[in-house]
């Protein structure tokens, strides 16, 4: 490289030698760029580059791009690229050779070229500790996130402040009824033992078990002491998330409401809501629901266990059974929990990045459609989750009716007028504008292509200007296959 800048071999570089480089740097194309990578590790200069340079420049090209590779894998790497492009296997790589090697692998030709302007750049400065402990701190969480985005900051806060009051509130009511219980259990047991020191001196029993003492009060005797409502404090927390998931397992479904957000958006209040981040906190609320299902699931089994005290055979009718019926209809609050689980899973699952953008959205899609089947099962398994879920459950029904009359009338339909791959899997499409389409800059639209996925609908923010009143136009950056 120092070679290159020091044109007049002074053995400095002077700042018009720099500048002059960077110019010839900048002018270049890839396959300039690619001569002069050529050039830097063919050491010996003799046209030709032996495996072991082209390990080095592999490497130098990987800690370029930030790409880490362990020693296996790079020699791997170096080895099968060097034996596909070595075609007359005389053990070295001339320039040809490794050109068409490149240009068989687009992403990789252009990241090597890419290297190369690279060195230009200063080296970073090393951070320190706290610059690094702050470069692994949650983006949403950091203070530029917050100051640049306080509508959605101020909106998860409130959302996270509703979960604790929701949580505080089910503690404190469930404590008072558990100290109302106990009270109840203490006059039952005082009752007991008056009416027995009244059945001792000869008190006056009446048949509907009553009796009179000597003062002429009437005590009324309980066949049954009352139960005590908590076992556990393991059941507490049980019931304090229940009661967590009561509010985010409705809440979810108001982030979907395409139609009420679109709304919404029109008329100003993405102005105090986060209107934009609805599908991030859909995300948010799913993993909530996650983790709280877990606190919920364990604590019950704790629970259990306390109460089977290492009887394995009643763990197992509270765990799997109606026999003590438990829950709110036919005692299957154990069964429906675990097939809530087990579905919960499911979904979670098969809607992780790692399935959504690897070819496989129909997995992703079909699998959440099980959404259904989790709302039905909850409905049976929590005894007032129905009443948390009234408003947005109707508000979701009404909009699944809207999509499917939209879905088969004749209204937002169109045709593809031309489609162009771009590069870095950028797809450019012209669409016929459909009559009476008025939009924003800004706006986005869901697309719907029969042919491919019937039922299927992706967003997709509009590049075209409103202006443009024949044609609409869509640049989408491809993921998966």
């Given at each position: 490289?120092?070679q ?17 480089a960077?110019k ?41 791009n ?27 790589i ?36 706290q ?65 027995q ?19 002429g ?26 009661q ?62 306390r ?33 809530l ?141």
């Amino acid at each position: 490289m120092f070679q290159l800048f020091d044109t007049d071999k002074s053995g400095t570089i002077s700042l018009d030698e720099f500048i002059a480089a960077v110019k010839r740097f900048a002018n270049k194309s890839q396959d300039d760029k690619l001569t002069i990578l050529f050039q830097l590790y063919d050491v010996d200069g003799d046209g030709l580059i032996q495996p072991q340079e082209l390990r080095d420049v592999m490497r130098a090209c990987m800690e370029e791009n930030g790409l880490q590779f362990a020693e296996y894998e790079l020699d791997e790497l170096t080895r099968v690229l060097f034996e596909d492009a070595d075609r007359d296997e005389t053990g070295s790589i001339t320039l040809d050779e490794l050109r068409c090697q490149l240009q068989s692998r687009p992403g990789l030709y252009e990241n090597l070229t890419v290297s190369v302007e690279r060195w230009l750049l200063p080296p970073s400065s090393r951070r320190s500790g706290q610059a690094k402990l702050t470069s692994r701190w949650p983006k949403k969480l950091t203070r530029e996130y917050v100051r640049n985005n306080v509508v959605s900051a101020a909106f998860c806060f409130c959302f996270f402040g509703v979960q604790l009051a929701v949580f505080l509130s089910r503690m404190e009511a469930e404590s008072q009824k558990h100290i109302d219980i106990k009270e109840s259990i203490d006059r039952y047991w005082f009752k007991v033992i008056t009416w027995q020191l009244g059945a001792l001196a000869g008190k006056n029993h009446t048949s509907d078990g009553h009796f009179t003492t000597q003062d002429g009060a009437e005590v009324e005797w309980m066949s049954d002491p009352p139960t005590l409502g908590l076992h556990s404090d393991y059941e507490l927390v049980a019931r304090e998330f229940g009661q967590l998931l009561n509010f985010v397992c409705a809440f979810t479904a108001f982030p979907v409401l395409r139609h009420c957000v679109t709304w919404l958006r029109s008329h100003g209040a993405s102005q105090f809501l986060p209107l934009d981040s609805s599908i991030y906190y859909h995300k948010l609320t799913g993993w909530c629901i996650l983790v709280y299902s877990l606190v919920h699931t364990i604590a019950h089994l704790l629970n259990f266990a306390r109460l089977s005290q290492g009887d394995w055979h009643l763990l197992a009718l509270y765990s799997f059974t109606t026999h003590h019926n438990i829950g709110w209809v036919g005692g299957t609050a154990s069964i429906t929990g675990w097939i809530l689980l087990a579905v919960l899973t499911i979904m979670v699952s098969c809607s992780l990045p790692c399935v959504r953008r690897s070819g496989r959205f129909e997995v992703f899609y079909y699998t959440h459609l099980l959404y259904t089947v989790f709302w039905l099962f909850l409905v049976i398994h929590a005894p007032n989750f129905w009443k948390w879920f009234l408003v947005p459950g109707l508000m979701l029904t009404t909009e699944l009716l809207v999509r499917v009359c939209r879905f088969f009338s004749s209204n937002g339909r169109t045709t593809v007028l031309k489609g162009v791959i771009l590069p870095s899997k950028v797809i450019h499409l012209v669409l016929k504008r459909p009559p009476d389409f008025d939009y924003h800059p800004g706006d986005y639209i869901f697309l719907n292509i029969p042919c491919l996925a019937r039922f299927e609908w992706h967003p997709f923010t509009i590049s075209s200007a409103p202006e443009n009143s024949d044609v609409i136009w869509l640049h989408i950056r491809t993921f998966g296959e």
